[in-house]
């Protein structure tokens, strides 16, 4: 049983570029959340997505939206790069209200 | 505003001892506390959870103790493995309505020495 996936591994963009990370949940998993996690911190919540509506959102701008598809993958899109942009973006799929599961995680440098 | 605290950043410790790692927390709104492990390069893992209306979890070397009044949690591993060298986090959360979402502490980067 394959676990959460997460694509690309590492990603290097410019300020202002737009970018797009993809997340597998675990197999029958309908919940999809997304979490950024800076250098030295713990992973922050961005947004939460079951029946491809978000429920849930942290306190990050409208550059992030995200997405999630019929069959539970989810995408999470950011737009005009930071520099503060630059982390690791975790993905965690859950049934419902249940454990959260993690992927890898994708390693975002803008630059 | 740090809702979650892991106010030590690091700690050593010697193998087949007991390693003890704290979290702090400051709303006590929050009924549902996890703990996480993560190595380098991977997500974190699921380690061990507890409901507040629990005071102490187990689950093989891992125990987690919730003590509500003073809005502390801490993971005891005993005896400590080399292989748990990792950064732990500490969650938390409060059930139900739209806040499920999980709020974490900064991390304990745990070593154990062989």
């Known amino acids: 049983d394959a676990g959460v996936t997460q694509s690309p591994t590492h990603l290097i963009k410019t300020r202002g570029q737009q970018v797009t990370l993809r997340c597998s949940p675990k197999?029958?998993?309908?919940?999809v959340s997304w979490y950024q996690q800076a250098l030295g911190q713990g992973p922050q919540f961005i947004f939460q997505?079951?029946?491809?509506?978000?429920?849930q959102r942290g306190n990050f701008p409208d550059r992030f939206s995200g997405h999630q598809f019929p069959n539970y993958s989810s995408e999470l899109n950011v737009n005009a790069l930071l520099l503060g942009d630059s982390a690791l973006y975790l993905c965690?799929?859950?049934?419902?209200?249940?454990?959260?599961?993690f992927g890898p995680g994708t390693r975002l440098t803008v630059l | 505003d740090q809702q979650v605290k892991q106010n030590s950043p690091s700690l050593s410790v010697q193998e087949g001892r007991i390693s003890i790692l704290n979290c702090d927390y400051t709303?006590?709104?929050?009924?549902?506390f996890l703990w996480y492990k993560k190595y380098p390069a991977e997500g974190p893992t699921f380690l061990i959870s507890?409901?507040?209306?629990?005071d102490k979890n187990e689950d093989g070397r891992f125990t987690v103790f919730l003590n509500k009044s003073a809005k502390h949690l801490s993971l005891h591993i005993v005896p400590s493995q080399p292989g748990d060298s990792a950064v732990y986090f500490c969650?938390?959360?409060?059930?139900?309505?739209?806040?499920?979402?999980?709020?974490f502490g900064t991390g304990t980067l745990l070593a154990v020495q062989p």
């Open positions: 997505y079951y029946e491809e509506e978000e429920r």
């Open positions: 969650a938390a959360r409060r059930t139900g309505g739209a806040t499920n979402k999980l709020i």
């Open positions: 709303n006590s709104m929050f009924d549902y």
């Open positions: 197999s029958g998993h309908d919940t």
């Open positions: 965690a799929s859950s049934l419902g209200a249940g454990t959260r599961f």
């Open positions: 507890i409901s507040s209306i629990k």
